[in-house]
């Protein structure tokens, strides 16, 4: 066909492969931090594996790496020859609550079994200690068994078979693979106890010496303890990732699709699976259903519920080409949409994708947390076998050290050394019933060293010294958490990010939460950031008398003159006079023309019946209201400037006579004055007046006299002035950003109350990112929010960026954290639930560390002659509680309520408006109250007032008398 055509060799094809790749797994059988750690050390020694992630709390891992190296496979069985499960995550079943489940059904097995054995066997000390106290002693049942030892042996054995599976079958894995976990220390502390006792008891039977004192009452009350803290944490922790489940649950489950024909008719409708909706797919919504996915309105007028989406409280009303996202809530009408984003591309996927993996994602302290934990297991095994030695040396070197413990109780925090004779054999009922009363079984002036002939295995010195050594071991053993330590920061996390994408803000991961504490400073983009981004009515002036032109005749032949342009200025004066005047087309326009930079001409004919309905109206607020007025918002003045000053005829002489075709011009002053119009002073200085605020005044000729002027600007956001007031008093430097030009940025950091020195304008997008260096450069942490593509640089360069989520995708896949709204409040909110959640990590790390910096030295005696003491069942069920207890501090996360304006509307703020002038008045910037600075630049502080406030609430007023009137005149 005569095209050039070749073949791709190889080093193209070499050249096209991808270099990176990304993976998740779920992994099960992750008990503490130490197993993170031996994962992410085993997967990060495979060739071509660029980084791991694994979060214990979702019993999840993720995966980069270079698929010319590496797969998934392979990265599967590296884990899997750790001991550990691993399985692919279903991207079709969202039941994340599933694995949780399983366990907590596992864990209250486990429990089960513990209690059904481990309440007979405090029973069992119980009886004992009774009889003991009342001086009863039974005899050995055969010789070296008491009665005593059988039954606590016969209760501890099946705890440690089925209580104990669990920890045992993990423990194996664990050590098979050289690694050591939590699962190691509580199998070697039962299993130690229950061998120990187990030989002592058959060398005693074997050779017919007295029964001897053991630990059969360790492995019940161990593992009982322990399984119910398994058991409340994973309880605990299954509500931390509430937040996740609950997005998912948003989606419908069904849609129903339609067929229609060429004239827009449905012909069918049909119920289908919510996986089988495809593009462009046309689907029914009917009232209280959810949305099924993204799209565009075709036909139908509603109000949608989006605030389990964006936390918009109020309904949205939704009309044809609006566009709706899936999940929300259709409320009152039937729509029909065009599916525009479906399956996992939908926007309520895309929040749930970005929550996922901000749990998944590590703040930089679980890090250190995790590598701390992976040393931990080893460290106290070595610090339990040291504990044994040193004891036992102790105990030969001074005796009298470990007869003073002894005295001082086993099992108690605080006990008396008050000596009681007895010569009986000290039994485990004995120890029981001396750990409650604080007594011993020697007498004080006996020797430590005499030896009894009563047939004991040991001297009676030599069974306490053992039996001393090898329960402080063991508490060692019990007590020690690394669990605490690798939940800190992951439950905060997810629960904070949870609570955050549930009231419309996606924090991108543990990272950006920890930056956001030390954020000092914070910059602003202007357009579409602290301003709506597109342009809008301000103002109407009307500079002839009402008999001469109405409003409503001037917002009429206006609209229709503008009605034929496209410029941003024309789209926002069509849209006003549309939503005011109540209509959906124009008049007629002939004879257009357009100069560009100056405006246009045009004739309008046929505008009567646009305004007949109108000026009745409009003749009622006369009567009723000032010469100022509002109208969608608007402020409209009347103004009678000009008495017919221009050449040509009056606009309109007499109702009667009013022309039918009317000459419209459109522009600024020059526009005018080419036209053969004067602009005269008056007018000029309500222009002037305009531009000084960054606004674009636009004068309106009708018939060739200067009749009014209309107003255009970016509107500030309503809540942009209190939102950064808020900032300011936590303390941050606010700065704006923007390509616009020096007066109007200065004119609106002057509405929203940014110093005038912390303004940088007219910056090129290219020169943002530069600009944010500069601020990093003086040991500043920034922060950047912005919406448009031209801030996609100026966020990544920040510390922290935080995108507009009514932005563009650019800008939101650079950011760390999204604002789903378009509200600045929520920057508010999300700085704030940041701090929260940081605050509440460290507190978690703190107990962790504080917990197992006190919680050791005490169980290995260290305390012992002061009284303080534990046994290795104190040890277990405190180290239970240091889980449960770090989780349920973060749950604590879930109080966090997000600011509304009335929380933020301080009194102080309130004064602070009331203090400035009026923005309307003629002399607003130049008369403005001045007020200096730390740096000795004058700040300009004026713009809201206490009259702009009056102003909206006669506005408000007017409203109520509007409908009052429209139900009058329906009736």
């Given amino acids: 066909m005569g095209f050039d055509a070749s073949v791709i060799g190889e080093h193209q094809t070499y050249s096209m492969e991808r270099t990176e790749e990304s993976a998740d797994l779920m992994i099960s059988g992750m008990t503490c931090s130490s197993c993170v750690h031996t994962i992410e050390s085993a997967v990060a020694e495979l060739p071509g594996l660029l980084s791991v992630s694994v979060a214990l709390s979702l019993s999840k891992g993720h995966f980069k790496f270079d698929p010319n190296k590496t797969n998934i496979r392979k990265i599967k069985e590296a884990i899997e020859d750790l001991g550990f499960e691993v399985t692919l995550p279903?991207?079709?079943?969202?039941?994340?609550?599933?694995?949780?489940?399983?366990?907590?059904?596992?864990?209250?097995?486990?429990?089960?079994?513990s209690l059904i054995f481990g309440v007979p066997c405090m029973t069992i000390m119980m009886v004992f200690m009774s009889r003991h106290s009342r001086k009863i002693?039974?005899?050995?049942?055969?010789?070296?068994l008491s009665l005593e030892n059988l039954l606590l042996f016969l209760t501890s054995t099946p705890v440690l078979i089925f209580g104990g599976r669990l920890f045992f079958i993990q423990a194996y894995k664990a050590l098979k693979h050289r690694a050591a976990n939590m699962d190691v220390l509580i199998a070697l502390a039962t299993s130690i106890s229950y061998a120990y006792s187990l030989a002592m008891v058959i060398i005693a039977m074997s050779l017919r010496l007295k029964s001897p004192m053991v630990f059969f009452d360790t492995p019940p009350m161990l593992l009982m303890f322990i399984s119910l803290g398994r058991w409340l944490e994973h309880k605990a922790k299954s509500k931390t990732s509430e937040a996740l489940a609950k997005l998912r649950s948003y989606q419908a489950v069904e849609a129903i699709l339609c067929e229609m024909d060429k004239n827009g008719?449905?012909?069918?409708?049909?119920?289908?699976?919510?996986e089988m909706v495809q593009r462009s797919d046309i689907l029914k919504v009917l009232p209280g259903a959810k949305i099924p996915v993204d799209g565009i309105v075709v036909s139908g007028l509603s109000s949608v519920d989006e605030a389990l989406i964006t936390g918009e409280a109020m309904p949205v009303p939704k009309h044809p080409g609006d566009v709706v996202i899936g999940g929300s809530i259709n409320q009152t009408g039937v729509l029909i949409l065009r599916a525009t984003h479906v399956g996992q591309d939908t926007a309520l996927a895309q929040i749930a994708r970005?929550?996922?993996?901000?749990?998944?994602?590590?703040?930089?302290?679980?890090?250190?947390?995790?590598?701390?934990?992976?040393?931990?297991?080893p460290m106290i095994i070595s610090v339990s076998m040291i504990t044994v030695i040193a004891w036992i040396i102790v105990g030969y070197v001074n005796p009298k050290a470990i007869d003073d413990s002894m005295m001082a109780d086993h099992g108690t925090f605080m006990g008396t050394k008050s000596p009681v004779v007895t010569h009986h054999p000290m039994t485990q009922a004995d120890r029981i019933h001396a750990a409650m009363m604080g007594v011993h079984n020697t007498s004080t002036n006996e020797d430590p060293h005499t030896k009894h002939p009563s047939g004991t295995l040991m001297e009676s010195m030599d069974e306490k010294i053992f039996e001393f050594a090898f329960r402080c071991a063991l508490s060692v053993l019990a007590i020690a958490c690394p669990c605490a330590?690798?939940?800190?920061?992951?439950?905060?996390?997810?629960?904070?990010?949870?609570?955050?994408?549930?009231?419309?803000?996606?924090?991108?991961?543990?990272?950006?939460?920890?930056?956001?504490?030390?954020?000092?400073?914070?910059?602003?983009?202007?357009?579409?950031?602290?301003?709506?981004?597109?342009?809008?009515?301000?103002?109407?002036?009307?500079?002839?008398?009402?008999?001469?032109?109405?409003?409503?005749?001037?917002?009429?032949?206006?609209?229709?003159?503008?009605?034929?342009?496209?410029?941003?200025?024309?789209?926002?004066?069509?849209?006003?006079?549309?939503?005011?005047l109540e209509i959906e087309t124009f008049a007629t326009c002939s004879e257009f023309i357009a100069a560009v930079g100056y405006g246009l001409t045009c004739k309008v004919s046929g505008i009567e019946p646009l305004i007949d309905r109108y000026e009745e109206?409009?003749?009622?607020?006369?009567?009723?209201?000032?010469?100022?007025?509002?109208?969608?918002?608007?402020?409209?003045?009347r103004l009678p400037l000009l008495e017919n000053r221009s050449r040509g005829p009056s606009p309109v002489d007499s109702p009667a006579q009013a022309p039918q075709v009317y000459t419209v011009l459109v522009g600024n002053r020059d526009w005018m004055r080419q036209n053969g119009m004067d602009v005269s002073e008056d007018v000029d200085q309500k222009m002037m007046e305009q531009e000084r605020k960054g606004h674009t005044a636009v004068l309106v000729a009708i018939d060739g006299v200067v009749t009014g002027m209309l107003a255009v600007a970016d509107a500030v956001k309503p809540e942009a002035r209190?939102?950064?007031?808020?900032?300011?008093?936590?303390?941050?430097?606010?700065?704006?950003?923007?390509?616009?030009?020096?007066?109007?940025?200065?004119?609106?950091?002057?509405?929203?109350?940014?110093?005038?020195?912390?303004?940088?304008?007219?910056?090129?997008?290219?020169?943002?990112?530069?600009?944010?260096?500069?601020?990093?450069?003086?040991?500043?942490?920034?922060?950047?929010?912005?919406?448009?593509?031209?801030?996609?640089?100026?966020?990544?360069?920040?510390?922290?960026?935080?995108?507009?989520?009514?932005?563009?995708?650019?800008a939101v896949e650079a950011a760390q954290i999204v604002l789903i709204s378009n509200d600045l409040i929520d920057v508010v909110a999300a700085l704030l639930l940041s701090k929260k959640t940081v605050r509440r990590?460290?507190?978690?790390?703190?107990?962790?560390?504080?917990?197992?910096?006190?919680?050791?030295?005490?169980?290995?005696?260290?305390?012992?002659?002061?009284?303080?003491?534990?046994?290795?069942?104190?040890?277990?069920?405190?180290?239970?509680?240091?889980?449960?207890?770090?989780?349920?501090?973060?749950?604590?996360?879930?109080?966090?309520?997000?600011?509304?304006?009335?929380?933020?509307?301080?009194?102080?703020?309130?004064?602070?408006?009331?203090?400035?002038?009026?923005?309307?008045?003629?002399?607003?910037?130049?008369?403005?109250?001045?007020?200096?600075?730390?740096?000795?630049?004058?700040?300009?502080?004026?713009?809201?007032?206490?009259?702009?406030?009056?102003?909206?609430?006669?506005?408000?007023?007017?409203?109520?008398?509007?409908?009052?009137?429209?139900?009058?005149?329906?009736?």
Avoid at 355 to 373: G, M, R
């Fill in 617 to 637: 109206k409009d003749r009622l607020k006369i009567s009723i209201a000032s010469p100022d007025m509002t109208l969608s918002g608007v402020v409209v003045e």
């Fill in 265 to 274: 008719l449905i012909t069918s409708e049909q119920s289908i699976e919510i």
């Fill in 354 to 377: 970005l929550v996922e993996e901000a749990q998944t994602n590590k703040a930089p302290i679980q890090k250190y947390a995790d590598k701390i934990a992976g040393y931990f297991v």
């Fill in 485 to 580: 330590l690798g939940l800190a920061t992951p439950t905060a996390v997810m629960v904070g990010t949870g609570i955050g994408a549930l009231n419309g803000i996606l924090i991108k991961g543990g990272e950006p939460l920890e930056i956001v504490e030390t954020i000092k400073t914070i910059v602003f983009d202007k357009t579409g950031t602290l301003t709506k981004g597109k342009p809008q009515m301000t103002k109407v002036c009307l500079f002839v008398d009402h008999s001469l032109c109405s409003i409503g005749k001037l917002l009429a032949l206006v609209g229709t003159a503008e009605g034929s342009s496209e410029h941003p200025i024309a789209v926002a004066i069509t849209s006003f006079v549309k939503d005011t």
């Fill in 841 to 971: 990590i460290r507190i978690n790390f703190m107990f962790a560390i504080i917990y197992n910096l006190i919680g050791i030295p005490i169980a290995a005696g260290a305390l012992r002659p002061l009284g303080l003491a534990i046994d290795p069942w104190m040890g277990a069920a405190a180290m239970a509680l240091s889980s449960v207890s770090v989780v349920t501090s973060s749950l604590m996360l879930k109080t966090f309520r997000k600011p509304t304006r009335r929380d933020l509307e301080t009194s102080e703020y309130l004064n602070s408006l009331d203090s400035r002038i009026d923005p309307d008045a003629d002399s607003d910037l130049r008369s403005g109250s001045m007020s200096p600075i730390s740096d000795g630049v004058i700040e300009f502080e004026g713009d809201d007032s206490l009259a702009r406030r009056l102003r909206d609430m006669a506005r408000r007023n007017r409203s109520h008398m509007e409908k009052d009137y429209r139900a009058v005149t329906i009736a």
């Fill in 722 to 810: 209190l939102a950064v007031y808020t900032l300011q008093k936590m303390g941050l430097d606010v700065f704006m950003l923007t390509g616009d030009n020096r007066r109007t940025a200065e004119a609106i950091a002057a509405e929203v109350g940014i110093k005038k020195n912390r303004i940088q304008a007219e910056v090129l997008p290219s020169q943002k990112a530069e600009k944010i260096k500069r601020l990093q450069r003086k040991d500043r942490k920034v922060a950047m929010v912005g919406d448009g593509i031209n801030d996609t640089p100026a966020l990544a360069q920040a510390d922290v960026g935080i995108a507009i989520g009514s932005g563009t995708d650019v």
């Fill in 137 to 144: 002693h039974d005899e050995d049942l055969i010789p070296g």
């Fill in 90 to 113: 279903s991207k079709v079943n969202f039941d994340h609550q599933k694995e949780h489940r399983e366990a907590i059904r596992k864990w209250l097995h486990s429990f089960l079994w």
